[in-house]
């Protein structure tokens, strides 16, 4: 998937707390003196809640400066507002998203909409699959352009940030409204094999995007400059505080949702809001105590729900990624769709049934074991488009390396499979070869722990009504 656009980051003012006790300063220094500051056993409750929310933001925005600020970082693509396109699939190499889909060809639009709209303009695409997936700062995926969501035929389509209020000129197809000043599209062109690069290439190299106003031939208006903080580390994140200094900085390109004005209300009282200093330095024994102890609350629920929800199949992953609406505001299930593969599609997009565990719950872990992942005649997973079933170890959630340079199986690969007897097909997962006769339904395993994501791109009816269920991973005995 892909499954991640900007960075987190921790540069920011010294100074100037929130909590009560400073009032008199900040009256002072001309700002409207705090709110009551929460006791401890509150401020850890809110930042369990803050985090629990902040989390897809401030990590997207992790990749996102990679992608787009940082020209030092090996992950960096170009500048915003253009489009950068990859002409290969993601590699053991590629380390900035976890869960990264190798099926799939990128290329990327960081999208600064402060100033005004995008023009996105896509070729006719009629020979296969391809999307635009368009996720905001909250990583909801807001919309889509594509082969399911728009059709093959070509299309100029108009992105357009919370503020704007003109009208679309003559020769769009459709406006596309993001919530949040800053966007992330990401689109994937499906390649058949490696003899199919320079096809994707083509198609690439027709996807364009300019301003609205060189579209329609007017003055463009002036642009501010942002001054991008530094982000966090994705592990530094985890557990340290300067996170909710990303946070505040993130919630100024992000206007207040109407279905959120309680919830901001609350986070102000922990010092957490658009634009807001969290001084860490300042924070009392007991508040910093309070800070990490809400941290460490939001990664126990997060670890609750994919042992309860996700491990045990209730949930796919996918079901964390999709519109505010689909979402309902259900924040845990957002930071832990991030957290297992962020930027995942949508399910009418793709669904993605997960692998962390064997037929009998017990964590995969090819050091020890080897598995067996069969389907029945007929049974290979339902799609408009195509599938696949990736690797991944852990704990980096990254693609591992082996002899093969295999990371995935496919439905391109389909005629290569040997099939079983009765006209099934049986995968083998292990990091020893199964031997030669096998070794075309071999998906390599790092001698380690590790997980898999099966992803069904434009998925049938059957794929999400229940009706048609992945199959296990059957560890296989000696």
Not at 51 to 66: C, L, N
Not at 80 to 102: C, G, L, M, Y
Not at 285 to 296: D, F, N, R, T, Y
């Amino acid at each position: 998937m892909p499954m991640n656009a900007l960075r987190d980051s921790p540069g920011r003012f010294a100074g100037l707390l929130v909590f009560a006790g400073l009032s008199l300063i900040l009256a002072a220094c001309g700002r409207s003196p705090a709110p009551a500051a929460a006791t401890p056993a509150e401020l850890r409750s809110i930042i369990k809640e803050a985090y629990t929310y902040g989390f897809p933001m401030v990590d997207s925005y992790r990749i996102q400066y990679s992608y787009f600020v940082d020209q030092a970082n090996p992950e960096y693509k170009g500048g915003w507002n253009e489009v950068h396109n990859v002409a290969r699939v993601f590699t053991p190499q590629d380390k900035a998203i976890q869960t990264p889909n190798s099926d799939t060809p990128y290329s990327f639009l960081g999208a600064d909409l402060r100033a005004e709209p995008l023009v996105i303009s896509v070729p006719a695409i009629p020979d296969r699959y391809y999307s635009l997936q368009f996720i905001d700062m909250y990583t909801h995926n807001f919309a889509y352009v594509g082969s399911r969501a728009t059709g093959s035929d070509a299309g100029s389509y108009l992105l357009a940030g919370p503020t704007w209020k003109g009208e679309a000129p003559e020769g769009i197809k459709s406006v596309i409204r993001s919530e949040t000043d800053l966007a992330f599209v990401l689109y994937r062109t499906q390649l058949f094999n490696s003899d199919d690069l320079e096809a994707v290439k083509n198609i690439q190299a027709q996807f364009k995007v300019e301003p609205l106003s060189r579209f329609a031939g007017t003055t463009p208006p002036p642009a501010q400059a942002v001054e991008f903080i530094e982000p966090l580390s994705a592990e530094a994140q985890k557990t340290s505080p300067e996170f909710f200094n990303v946070l505040n900085f993130l919630l100024r390109f992000a206007p207040t949702h109407a279905s959120e004005t309680a919830l901001m209300d609350r986070f102000a009282r922990a010092g957490i809001g658009a634009g807001k200093p969290f001084d860490v330095a300042a924070l009392s024994p007991e508040q910093l105590q309070a800070v990490q102890e809400g941290m460490a609350d939001a990664w126990k629920a997060f670890a609750q729900y994919k042992a309860e929800e996700v491990d045990t199949g209730k949930k796919s992953s996918a079901d964390g990624f999709g519109t505010r609406e689909f979402l309902n505001n259900d924040y845990l299930a957002r930071m832990s769709s991030a957290v297992l593969g962020i930027y995942g599609n949508s399910k009418e997009e793709a669904n993605y049934p997960a692998y962390f565990t064997d037929s009998e719950g017990k964590p995969l872990d090819a050091s020890s074991s080897r598995y067996t992942v069969r389907f029945e005649p007929g049974k290979l997973p339902p799609v408009n488009s195509f599938w696949s079933l990736t690797m991944y170890e852990l704990p980096a959630s990254l693609l591992t390396e082996n002899a093969l340079n295999r990371y995935l199986i496919n439905s391109p690969m389909e005629s290569q499979l040997v099939r079983d007897a009765d006209g099934g097909v049986t995968l083998y997962v292990q990091h020893d070869s199964p031997g030669k006769d096998k070794e075309a339904n071999w998906l390599p395993a790092p001698k380690g722990p590790f997980y898999m994501i099966m992803r069904e791109y434009w998925p049938r009816p059957e794929a999400l009504d229940g009706s048609w269920t992945a199959p296990p991973a059957v560890r296989v005995t000696p």
